[in-house]
Structure formats: structure tokens, C-alpha cells
């Protein structure tokens, strides 16, 4: 099983409707993150959170909400899904510690977003 | 923001050809990450290397801090080393950030 794992994986959705990813992790981090995905522009950081109470808005927050449910769970929220949203969708984790073991940052497998 | 910079943008190597990707940095770094997606989304993470060097198999990095650039060097190329390689970093200078991805470096290796 994925230490990491989104659901779902692929979705397409209406303009307008309102969608949730779901994040879960079994590794025990304290940190978890959203980062969006379109070609030829990299990763971009949606929201993250740094502990459960802790929630910060990325480079790219507006559309998006999100919700820190548990220390495990993080969920990523578009209240009124339009085109330009239309992505791959990563949540990823990482621990609070030093050097590698703390820094090193692990992500779930994407799900695929169409808004139509 | 740090302003992260990767070249080449796209590179096509014949098996068993070696590479070097590059990644610039415009500020000092406290964390430094090389990633690797595959064809199918996936994202391995491959070294964290904010400064140094480090080898693992047939890949190694290289980060010079000081004059604020990356190099991912890939020996003996296989076409499972298809696919994009991202550098990420956090700014010395930002406090506790989570990472700033470059727009990747796409690799084909033909058979």
C-alpha cells in the first residue's frame, strides 16, 4: 500500500460543480501539502499545513480550500470547479525534523482533474 | 520568491549516453531536492542535496551552494530514465517554506 494515497485518481467534473481530493498518509509526518501540476510550468504550491491547526495559503490558494482533518488527513476543495482548474493534483508529506530525514518531501500518486 | 531555473528544458539521449541537468538558484538554500516523474505521473524523489555531493547508482548530484546551482549527472542512460526531473529548493531567507519547484528538464532515452 502507498504511503500516500489520493482519491481519486481520476475525475471529470462539471463547471461549476464543487469536488474534493482526498490525502491520506500512513508515514506519520506532521506536514502536508498541495501542489498543482501543469505542462511546462512545474509544481506549483496550492495550500499547506504544517501541523493539524496550521493551514497556509500557497502561490496559487484562490479557487481552492482546503481542510486539515486529522494529522493524516488532508483534503484539497474546489468550491465551483472551472476549466482553467483542469490538472494534475499532488498531496505530498514531509516531517518536521533536520537534514534529509526531516526535509525530504514524499508524494501520493496524482489525480487527474477535468473540469468540462 | 527564490527563482528556481532548470536547463535544459529537453533533452534526447541515446542508451548508454551520459547527462547533466542543471538547476539555478537565485538566492542561498537551506534544502535542495531532485526529482524524478515518470511517464505515467509518478514522483520519485531522488536526493536531497542542499549541499555536496551524493551518488546513487548510475545518478549522482552535485549542489554548489556558494555560487547557487545543481547538477544532476545520469551515466549510462536506460529508457527507464525517461521522463521529467525536477530540482526544488527552500530560500535560506524565507523561514520555513515548503519547496519551490523549477519547470523540470523532460529526458528521452531512445533504444
Known amino acids: 500500500d502507498a504511503d500516500v494515497t489520493q482519491t481519486p485518481r481520476n475525475r471529470i467534473t462539471k463547471t461549476g460543480k464543487r469536488i474534493m481530493l482526498e490525502c491520506s498518509q500512513t508515514?506519520?509526518?506532521?506536514?502536508m501539502y498541495w501542489y498543482r501540476q501543469d505542462p511546462g510550468l512545474g509544481l506549483r504550491l496550492i495550500y499547506y499545513?504544517?501541523?493539524?491547526?496550521?493551514?497556509n495559503k500557497g502561490e496559487i490558494s484562490d479557487g481552492y480550500s482546503v481542510s486539515r482533518q486529522a494529522q493524516a488527513k488532508f483534503s484539497l476543495s474546489l468550491e465551483s470547479a472551472i476549466p482553467n482548474q483542469t490538472a494534475l493534483y499532488f498531496c505530498?508529506?514531509?516531517?518536521?525534523?533536520?537534514?534529509?530525514?526531516?526535509?525530504?518531501?514524499?508524494f501520493g500518486e496524482g489525480s487527474w482533474l477535468t473540469v468540462v | 520568491g527564490i527563482q528556481v531555473e532548470q536547463s535544459p528544458p529537453d533533452l534526447i539521449l541515446q542508451e548508454g549516453a551520459n547527462s547533466t541537468l542543471r538547476c539555478n538558484f537565485s538566492?542561498?538554500?537551506?534544502?535542495l531536492q531532485w526529482f524524478h516523474q515518470n511517464p505515467w505521473g509518478q514522483l520519485i524523489n531522488l536526493f536531497y542535496?542542499?549541499?555536496g555531493t551524493k551518488q546513487n547508482g548510475r545518478l549522482s548530484a552535485t549542489t554548489v551552494a556558494t555560487e547557487r546551482y545543481s547538477l544532476l549527472y545520469i551515466s549510462s542512460s536506460q529508457t527507464t530514465d525517461s521522463g521529467v526531473y525536477f530540482c526544488?529548493?527552500?530560500?535560506?531567507?524565507?523561514?520555513?517554506?515548503?519547496?519551490?519547484f523549477g519547470k523540470g528538464t523532460r529526458l528521452s532515452v531512445i533504444a
Open positions: 526544488a529548493v527552500v530560500s535560506r531567507n524565507s523561514g520555513n517554506t515548503p519547496l519551490v
Open positions: 508515514k506519520g509526518h506532521d506536514r
Open positions: 505530498a508529506t514531509s516531517d518536521s525534523g533536520q537534514g534529509a530525514a526531516g526535509n525530504t518531501i514524499y
Open positions: 542535496i542542499p549541499s
Open positions: 499545513s504544517f501541523d493539524v491547526k496550521d493551514i
Open positions: 538566492d542561498s538554500v537551506n534544502n
